[in-house]
């Protein structure tokens, strides 16, 4: 389970990195592996942050008290649960007016965070959605399975075709590709340079395959996939 502590006091954050390192002695068999990265800084995290399940939040020193965070967070679509860290003497009014957003008190309890750790991680364990990162030159993609068309080598990059009509680069080879995917079934490799979610298949022969988004995928003239009916 990867876990980002944001926290703009260094003293708190280590606290809370401490407190961590602790739950997953506790609560790594249940929960798996806790993969705690923490920032001190809001642009660091806003990054790459799509790869945590878990955000904890303690931010007291702007003037909004970590309300631009969460708006940056829920705006980016992140699949983690985002928990605000509350101080003892600082009011929040904005906590109850925010959908999903967890709270936990400080000074911070094992027993409370540990169930807070629990019940994110089997909320996000029922809502999961398979995805596979992809790397261009300049960014990170987290794409969900099922939105992949196909994807095809070229001169050394790699083509991800999408079922909203964009198209993902990634410097690579297929096989690379295929390794991180063929663990699903509906993902084959039909060709030395081409693999394709059977699920986006709208019909076929022994010489193409139809997708989707209107592309014909031509077959190799000897193929060692049977088309599907």
Partial sequence: ????????????????????????????????????????????????????????????????????????????NVPG????????????????????LLTIQKPLIAATLHQLIKDAHKEQMQ?????VEIRSENETYYVPLEQIIYAQEINH???????????LTMLGEIRDFYRWVNNHKEFVLIKKDTVLNLNHVISSSKKEYHMSNGEVITLPRFSFLKPQQ
Wanted: charged share 25%; no cysteine.
């Fill in 81 to 100: 649960k985002i928990a605000l860290i509350l101080p003892e003497d600082i009011p929040f009014s904005y906590q109850n007016v925010i959908e999903g």
């Fill in 1 to 76: 389970m990867y876990i980002a502590v944001l926290a703009d006091n260094i003293a708190d954050r280590k606290q809370t990195e401490r407190l961590l390192g602790r739950a997953n002695d506790v609560l790594s068999n249940e929960t798996g592996t806790l993969y705690i990265d923490s920032y001190g800084d809001s642009q660091s995290l806003m990054r790459a942050p799509m790869k945590y399940e878990l955000f904890f939040l303690d931010i007291y020193e702007t003037e909004d008290h970590g309300r631009s965070v969460i708006d940056a967070l829920k705006s980016a």
């Fill in 157 to 167: 990059f790699v083509y991800v075709h999408l079922d909203n009509g964009s198209t």
């Fill in 127 to 131: 809502t999961i959605v398979p995805k």
